[in-house]
């Protein structure tokens, strides 16, 4: 069988025989109506809020936080729908990057589609720096001792219009709703306090419940408990066109996402497979960083000593740079945990799952990084998927089968018939 995988904006194909493969994984099929009318739905019939158009009534500045180029989030759809009633308001945006680095051009034209030059044009969009101190304010403690520094146009805005997605994410549970302020436009001190947490056991894909790192960010969300907030959130089916909405209050348009995500993006498989190739498609490609995702949800479909192969154009390179230093120094995985232990830098948590990871398994690639690079992180690296199929295969035996997820990014894996599974049914 001939087989089609995401590479960046194009294809690769290699060739399988049938046997061989256990499963080609997208996310779930599901029936989209039309876009637009899902949108204005939401708008209409919000939880817990009054309509949109009520919300945006009245003086002051509205703040639009929306998502980087990082996310599939269609934000110039949503725009689509509602700018007639921003037009001639007066708002700004501003793109929660959390700890990332500010946009590409081609990012920014992803995010915005039509609307960037008239944006820019009024100097209307603004991009989060987590490291510009003198752009956050302190607004309080959570209970676990976050200390919530955000930055200061949220604080100075009247009011505050979030527009997200909600898909599965690998240590917060689910991306979306509150992940807007924190890590969205919290600073970098505040991202680190939190994320810190995501080194503990219940920080996992699908849990809400009892998961550290969300219930940080719900808590920390407290600081802002005066100030009015309108969430927009979106779930997106395999073909990137929006199957659900949900609009209104933060924490309960969020929580009505989450089951529509469900749907979508939790696939159950039948038994775990020696050989797991795990795609990071476009935008999640953008670099290592992010393409991380894919093999953290590609585990759950693997046997211990199988061969997880990432495939990523990771087209801007390795990203975040401190979990590629913390690898690259250490001579093992059990080297990599152990410096952890001893300390926690932002970025960490990256390299604390991909040295799990490799504690149980072969981690393979196929990007367009150096070879070197990846060595040095005890990934081994393939100029091409056909290249890198074919000697997994080998290795592994006649037996062995290879399940292919398509969109490793999102997608999670869920083995109803292994009782020790990793992955769970969402809490």
């Known amino acids: 069988m001939d087989i089609c995988v995401p590479y960046g904006r194009e294809e690769i194909m290699a060739r399988v025989a049938d046997d061989r493969i256990a499963g080609i994984i997208h996310p779930n099929p599901v029936e989209c109506r039309d876009e637009g009318a899902t949108l204005r739905s939401a708008l209409a019939h919000t939880l817990d809020s009054p309509t949109f158009s009520e919300f945006l009534a009245g003086k002051g500045k509205t703040?639009?936080?929306?998502?980087?180029?990082?996310?599939?989030?269609?934000?110039?759809?949503?725009?689509?729908?509602?700018?007639?009633?921003?037009?001639?308001?007066?708002?700004?945006?501003?793109?929660?990057?959390?700890?990332?680095?500010?946009?590409?051009?081609?990012?920014?034209?992803?995010?915005?589609?039509?609307?960037?030059?008239?944006l820019r044009r009024k100097n209307r969009i603004f991009v989060h720096d987590a490291k510009k101190a003198d752009e956050m304010e302190f607004i309080g403690t959570s209970s676990n001792g976050t200390e919530m520094r955000v930055n200061k146009r949220a604080l100075q805005a009247e009011r505050i219009v979030i527009?997200?997605?909600?898909?599965?994410?690998?240590?917060?549970?689910?991306?979306?709703?509150?992940?807007?302020?924190l890590p969205g436009l919290a600073s970098y001190e505040t991202i680190t306090m939190n994320h810190k947490y995501a080194l503990r056991p219940k920080a996992k894909a699908l849990a809400l419940k009892g998961n550290p790192v969300h219930e940080d960010m719900i808590d920390a969300l407290k600081t802002l408990k005066d100030k009015k907030i309108f969430s927009i959130q979106v779930v997106l089916d395999s073909k990137r066109r929006i199957y659900a909405a949900t609009a209104g209050n933060i924490i309960t348009s969020m929580d009505a996402a989450v089951e529509a995500a469900n749907r979508v993006f939790v696939v159950d498989i039948p038994?775990?497979?020696?050989?797991?190739?795990?795609?990071?498609?476009?935008?999640?490609?953008?670099?290592?960083?992010q393409s991380q995702k894919a093999l953290d949800n590609g585990k759950l479909a693997l046997r211990e000593g199988g061969i997880l192969i990432l495939v990523s154009r990771c087209r801007t390179g390795i990203g975040d740079d401190a979990f590629y230093q913390l690898l690259s120094s250490c001579a093992s995985p059990r080297e990599v945990m152990a410096n952890i232990e001893g300390e926690y830098k932002l970025g960490w948590h990256k390299a604390a799952k991909m040295a799990e990871i490799a504690l149980w398994a072969e981690v393979w690639a196929v990007t367009d990084l150096a070879p070197d690079v990846l060595k040095k992180i005890s990934i081994r690296p393939f100029s091409s998927l056909q290249v890198a199929l074919d000697?997994?295969?080998?290795?592994?035996?006649?037996?062995?089968?290879?399940?292919?997820?398509?969109?490793?990014?999102?997608?999670?894996?869920?083995?109803?018939?292994?009782?020790?599974?990793?992955?769970?049914?969402?809490?």
């Open 63 to 118: 703040l639009f936080i929306v998502n980087d180029g990082t996310r599939p989030t269609p934000t110039a759809k949503v725009l689509n729908i509602i700018w007639d009633d921003i037009r001639d308001g007066n708002f700004d945006f501003i793109i929660a990057t959390g700890a990332h680095r500010a946009p590409t051009e081609e990012e920014f034209r992803f995010i915005f589609g039509k609307y960037l030059e008239p």
């Open 163 to 181: 527009i997200g997605s909600v898909e599965p994410h690998y240590f917060a549970g689910y991306t979306g709703g509150r992940k807007s302020f």
């Open 391 to 427: 000697a997994a295969l080998e290795s592994k035996g006649p037996e062995a089968r290879a399940l292919f997820l398509m969109d490793g990014s999102l997608t999670v894996p869920n083995n109803e018939n292994d009782p020790s599974r990793q992955c769970m049914k969402p809490t």
């Open 271 to 289: 038994r775990k497979e020696d050989i797991v190739v795990s795609v990071a498609p476009y935008p999640m490609d953008v670099d290592l960083y």
